[in-house]
């Protein structure tokens, strides 16, 4: 039964991970958070609509795991894919943000 939770225990972490550097380095959050909440909303809701797209044309479907929380939001839609997603965005802003300044520094 505890294995249900991995999946979304190591988004978890890795969200944990990126928030530490980001605080460190001050990339996103604690550069600018109502742009980084902007950023990170329209993104998420752009991924999210693709999700769906996918899922209601039959390309996309969970398939089911024993590491993933029986909870969806929609059918094929875990809870665990918005963790999932938020990581994704996240990343890349934090990503894009620190090679920005790595590149004006050059």
Do not use: N
Request: with cysteine; hydrophobic share 50%; proline share 3%.
């Amino acid at each position: 039964m505890i294995e249900q939770f991995y999946y979304l225990l190591a988004l978890l972490v890795s969200i944990s991970g990126m928030l530490v550097l980001d605080k460190k380095y001050k990339l996103a959050f604690w550069f600018d958070k109502k742009r980084t909440y902007k950023t990170l909303g329209i993104t998420m809701l752009v991924f999210i609509v693709w999700d769906v797209l996918g899922i209601a044309l039959g390309i996309f479907f969970h398939g089911g795991s024993k590491y993933t929380l029986p909870i969806r939001i929609a059918p094929e839609f875990p809870i665990e894919e918005l963790f999932f997603l938020f990581l994704l965005c996240y990343v890349s802003l934090v990503l894009y943000t620190g090679w920005s300044r790595v590149c004006k520094r050059t």
